[in-house]
């Protein structure tokens, strides 16, 4: 690897979060950018061909809850994830469900796009800091309002910051699994 194609940060994109005092502290531990499309094959490709994003891979939900509040709902989407040495880009196609949250920052007229959705972040596992996250969210008049549960790999809550700040938040508390295989990613893409 040469100076100028290392991994950022050095010490790897999961090394121990900062703690979660202020929302504000959820940004040090930004992980990936989530973008929405409304064609995964085609975005997969344009982020490749024009961006030089090539390194980019399917992955699959199955076995995934989706929950509305905390409501299980339907929800159908594909996604692909790719990295050039440092933070993650998701891209998410929606496919049908409960995906509007998706859908709203996407073309009226089915147009092929690609948008920015969310920053995810992540927090330690563990109820005690989901359940203090949740109560820090409700003071700021915010909350988990969706979230995708893979088990052995990941709760992801979406919160909505949209009309504040142009995007969602995503938290993620990420099983080993997952920070290896995201961790793989970014070093077999540097």
């Known amino acids: ?50 961006f030089g994003l090539e390194h980019c891979l399917e992955l699959p939900t199955g076995g995934a809850t989706f929950l509305v509040g905390d409501q299980p709902a339907e929800w159908e989407a594909r996604f692909a994830m790719g990295a050039r040495g440092g933070l993650i880009v998701e891209l998410i196609e929606p496919i049908a469900g409960e995906v509007e949250f998706y859908r709203r920052f996407l073309p009226s007229d089915g ?33 988990f309002d969706y979230t995708v549960l893979i088990p052995n790999r990941v709760r992801a809550g979406y919160i909505d910051t949209s009309s504040a700040l142009g995007h969602w938040l995503e938290v993620c508390q990420l099983q080993q699994e ?8 970014v070093r077999d893409s540097a």
Request: proline share 4%; net charge negative.
């Open 1 to 50: 690897m040469t100076e100028t194609n290392t991994i950022r940060p050095p010490e790897g994109l999961f090394a121990g979060p900062r703690g979660v005092e202020a929302i504000a502290d959820l940004f040090a531990n930004v992980w990936q950018l989530g973008y929405v499309t409304t064609d995964l094959d085609r975005a997969v490709e344009t982020m490749g061909e024009r």
């Open 178 to 185: 997952d920070t290896e295989f995201f961790s793989g990613l």
């Open 111 to 143: 147009s092929f796009a690609v948008r920015l959705h969310h920053f995810a972040t992540f927090i330690p596992l563990g109820d005690e800091h989901w359940e203090r996250l949740g109560e820090l969210l409700e003071r700021a008049g915010l909350r």
